[in-house]
């Protein structure tokens, strides 16, 4: 009876020491200079802690197709995936805010802005399904393009790298890459050139987040907030160590150089910890301030 008695005490114990976070969480995310703590926690072993993984994709579209049919928990996406999203998931909420593009986002021509507005068939290369498409009608809009003027090519950031540009070039066509860090360093070594970016037209927005369901946040929001800490430190040692940043997170971010790292990082804003005057501002996007995490 006694040694019964001492079983039980110690059965109690091990269920008492067990992991709380018996689920694992996933989020899908893609590749983005604006993700890289994600990247830089789960590669340090601190998504570990808290039983979360992560799924990279090629693109922000599949990101959020991922999500969409339920084989992720939460997702990292602009305002523009968010809203996509929030048609068919209606309980979406972003939680925690990652960074706001300040010239990583941009479109790349091997044209300029007055051939372009001269030619007569302009052949461009997006991601139709993303913040793409609403930084290409921003930049057509403020270039005074005639958008009846372009064919439109959906491609994914990794289709875009693959194509035979000398080929196309060749042919010369006019061409317009809708792109973001690091994809644009490949395409620029090719002969493309910035032609507008998220730093040079104000009217071109894009806002990074971490999103959930509402019933996750309610249901395991402790856990939620202790990956906006982890989020927080990583910004904060990707800051204090960028060489070892670099280091760790290179892989997820097509081995650019540690030059184009800098560069690339010089690229966003960090909004990790906004300002009731961001979030503000942030609603006319549709992002609700009670469910960010400060």
């Given amino acids: 009876m006694k040694k019964l008695f001492y079983f039980f005490v110690i ?3 091990l269920i008492g020491c067990a992991p709380q976070n018996k689920k694992e969480l996933i989020i899908a995310t893609n590749q983005w200079i ?18 979360i993984k992560i799924i990279n994709s090629v ?45 990583g986002d941009m479109v790349l021509s091997n044209r300029s802005i007055t051939e372009l507005q001269k030619a007569d068939r302009i052949y461009a290369y997006l991601e139709v399904d993303s913040i ?14 005639d958008i009846k003027k372009f064919v439109f090519i959906n491609k994914d950031q990794e289709q875009i790298q693959d194509i035979n540009y000398k080929k196309e070039l060749k042919k ?14 490949s395409l620029e070594q090719q002969g493309f050139k910035e032609v507008a970016s998220t730093k040079s037209i104000d ?15 309610e249901n395991d929001r402790k856990r939620v907030v202790a990956l906006k800490k982890i989020i927080d430190r ?41 300002s009731d005057e961001l979030l503000e501002f942030l609603s006319k996007y549709h992002y ?7």
């Fill in 11 to 13: 059965s109690l114990f």
């Fill in 34 to 51: 604006g993700y890289t703590p994600l990247y830089y926690a789960y590669e340090k072993g601190y998504l570990k802690k808290l039983n």
């Fill in 59 to 103: 693109s922000l579209a599949e990101a959020a197709d991922i999500f969409r049919i339920g084989q992720a928990d939460m997702v990292t996406t602009t305002q523009h995936e968010y809203n996509s999203l929030k048609k068919s998931i209606h309980d979406i909420v972003p939680v925690i805010l990652l960074d706001r593009s300040d010239g």
């Fill in 132 to 145: 793409n498409q609403e930084i290409l009608k921003d930049f057509i809009k403020h270039s005074s393009l």
């Fill in 172 to 185: 010369k066509k006019n061409i317009v890459i809708v792109t973001y860090t690091p994809y644009n360093t």
């Fill in 203 to 217: 009217s071109i927005i894009v806002i990074d987040a971490i999103c959930t369901t509402k019933s996750l946040l």
């Fill in 234 to 274: 990583s910004i904060d040692e990707i800051k204090e160590n960028p060489k070892d940043a670099y280091n760790v997170t290179a892989k997820y971010l097509s081995n650019i150089s540690y030059k184009e790292y800098l560069d690339s990082l010089k690229n966003i804003k960090w909004i990790n910890k906004p």
């Fill in 288 to 294: 609700t301030k009670e469910s960010i995490i400060k």
